[in-house]
């Protein structure tokens, strides 16, 4: 039985990658690594990542491939994701799909799942304009689908909730294009065969409830580790 979980969370933006991978890392106590989350402290901190990162985030583009193939393949070489990981927004383009690739061969490691968390454009605009973040740690609330107990505040820490500046129409509208124009290609390389196990990617309806949606997921990672044992 491989110890290691290695799972990534592809999806556009909305879809519920973060909600589902929060739950996921509180069951299996993996790292979760998503790439917003540490673009968006480096951005509060300052550092001069966060400075170069900021205009293409504010627009809604990707930033160059370079910066962020180095920033996750430091992070994935860390001693706290040994024995796993749960990867959210990387990768988004299929140069970055082949780095991590070419990076999890070398140290003889291999991705356990894709999961491709899909929801159709009105719905992924309604969750994104809805969406209220913690200023201070980053839990996700949404006005409607899952309001905070008392408005603006986030119900675990008690920090003010704030809109994302990205989670603007304009930018929302961008945001969806990117995804269509550069992420889909990386569904397509995770879906073609991968070798004996055939291709890694597992797609997920996330239209559905978060229960439900978590229920498949859970369900799919144990097909996944079954198969692995076989
Ligand atoms: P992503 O990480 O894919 O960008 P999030 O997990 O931040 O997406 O979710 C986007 C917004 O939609 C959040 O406001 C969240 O509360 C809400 N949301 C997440 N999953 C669902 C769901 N299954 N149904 C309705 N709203 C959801
Ligand atoms: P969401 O899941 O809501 O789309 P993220 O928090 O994952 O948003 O990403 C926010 C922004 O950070 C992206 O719009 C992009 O500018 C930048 N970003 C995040 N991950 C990557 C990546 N793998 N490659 C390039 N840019 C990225």
């Not at 039985?1 to 879809?15: H, I, Q, S, Y």
């Not at 040994?82 to 061969?105: H, K, N, S, W, Y």
């Not at 009105?122 to 973040?133: M, Q």
């Not at 200023?135 to 675990?156: A, L, R």
């Amino acid at each position: 039985m491989p110890a290691e979980l290695n799972l990534v969370f592809v999806g556009p933006p909305g879809a519920g990658k973060g909600t589902q991978a929060a739950r996921l890392v509180d069951d299996f106590g993996l790292p979760f690594i998503a790439t917003g989350d540490i673009l968006r402290a480096n951005v509060a901190e300052g550092t001069e990542l966060g400075v170069k990162a900021k205009e293409y985030m504010d627009r809604g583009d990707l930033l160059p491939d370079d910066l962020v193939v180095e920033l996750i393949m430091d992070r994935l070489a860390q001693p706290d994701s040994a024995d796993g990981f749960i990867l959210d927004g990387f990768p988004r383009t299929v140069p970055q799909a082949e780095a991590l690739d070419a990076a999890m061969q070398q140290a003889g490691r291999r991705l356990t799942a894709v999961i491709l968390v899909e929801v159709p454009d009105e719905e992924l605009i309604e969750r994104l304009s809805g969406r209220r973040v913690c200023s201070k740690s980053g839990h996700t609330f949404h006005v409607k689908f899952d309001p905070p107990k008392h408005e603006g505040v986030c119900d675990v820490d008690g920090s003010k909730l704030i809109q994302r500046d990205d989670d603007q129409p304009e930018t929302i509208a961008n945001r969806l294009r990117v995804y269509h124009e550069q992420t889909s290609p990386v569904v397509s390389f995770y879906d073609r065969d991968n070798g004996p196990s055939g291709a890694i990617l597992r797609r997920v309806d996330g239209s559905r409830d978060p229960d439900e949606v978590y229920r498949h997921i859970r369900a799919l990672i144990a097909t996944v580790r079954m198969e692995d044992t076989l």
